[in-house]
């Protein structure tokens, strides 16, 4: 499984490079970066009103 370090990392790699993949994979990539970006963004935001 990956961590979501790896998988934002592994997304950003795929959106800078659209040139390799069709439009629709692209575009569910973006989707997904922008999802996971959210996820990780809210995560945070519980951690810092925890702490």
Do not use: Y
């Not at 370090?5 to 069709?22: C, D, F, G, K, Y």
């Amino acid at each position: 499984m990956q961590t979501d370090r790896s998988r934002l990392r592994e997304l950003e790699i795929r959106v800078a490079n659209p040139q390799h993949w069709s439009a629709g994979e692209n575009e569910i990539n973006v989707e997904n970066l922008r999802q996971l970006r959210f996820q990780i963004d809210d995560q945070l935001k519980k951690l810092r009103r925890h702490s």
